[in-house]
């Protein structure tokens, strides 16, 4: 087996691109060790010391490292848990836990589809290749709350990102998005 890494726009965070499928589809957000239990997967990278968090998308995992870790010592341990896991055979999250989309009815419920549907197609291939994913939160009087995940999470340019990227794409084609929030 042979793991691929890719910096991300955080230097906090690594891509580890494994060659084989990590989820089949949704993604999965383990921003601290205890929130792990249900990932055999996360549990085994959260067992390297100096890891903070692990995120699973479809085909890779990024870890998001201490502030004092080095990447250099923290690389190959990280690798290590990841092939070991691999060929323990153990799925990456047992049950079904990754993140889906909330449901909205109401008389927002045809604006928060367009938002859904361009965030789908237009913002999260462009962030998972960077190592992150960005999902909805909700839309409440003319703003949108997305929940910034992976490499996004504390990147210093996740501010400009939802700000100059994501908010400029949905007013353009969304009149009533007036803003766009992160929330933690």
Known sequence: ??????????????????G??????????????????????????????????VFLGSDFVTVTKA????WDHLKPSVLGAIMEHYQSGAPAIEGATAS???DQDGPDAEIVNQIKELLDTR??????????DITFHGFDRGVVYLHMQGACAGCPSSTLTLKMGIENLLRHYIPE????????
Do not use: C, W, Y
């Open 1 to 18: 087996m042979f793991i691929q890494t890719e910096t991300t726009p955080n230097p906090a965070t690594l891509k580890f691109l494994p």
């Open 20 to 53: 084989e499928t990590v989820l089949g589809s949704g993604t999965a957000d383990f921003p601290a060790p205890d929130t792990a239990a249900a990932s055999p997967l996360a549990r085994r990278i959260f067992a390297v010391p100096g890891v903070t968090g």
């Open 67 to 70: 502030e004092d870790a080095v």
């Open 100 to 102: 889906g989309h909330n």
């Open 123 to 132: 913002v999260r291939p462009a962030v998972a290749q960077d190592g992150g």
């Open 177 to 184: 998005v007036t803003e766009v929030r992160p929330v933690g």
